[in-house]
């Protein structure tokens, strides 16, 4: 057996691309689920100028979210998959690199280093 070399992806959507807990990254798609990311002291770059990006996320993803000021958390609620959507954007709006997360396909770049 053994693994055959991961084929370079379409459009799918799949789930073990990156740091995803044990519980979301197996198992049902539409197994509702309520995870929380941490984002302390960033509260407001997830939530946006007056809830923009926290509505956009819920918007492109489906899944609902609310993020407490001061709690340094974020609450996502939905299907695994949207959840596991969702967490990804909130992911790409605190390590902000471009400045504006677009869900288009960025050119494929090797692992940054530690």
Known sequence: GGMGGMGGGGGEMHYADEDLP???????????LTIEVLC???EGRVI??????????ER???AKMAVEKGSGK???TGPRGK???ARRCVMASLSL???RFVGG?????????G
């Open 40 to 42: 302390p002291g960033q």
């Open 22 to 32: 044990k519980e979301l990254a197996s198992g049902d798609p539409l197994e509702v």
């Open 60 to 62: 492109q993803t489906g």
């Open 97 to 99: 690199v471009v400045d």
């Open 74 to 76: 974020c609450v996502i």
């Open 48 to 57: 946006g100028k007056a809830g923009a990006t926290i509505k956009d996320i």
């Open 105 to 113: 396909n960025a050119p494929g770049g090797g692992g940054g280093g």
């Open 83 to 85: 959840v596991i959507a």
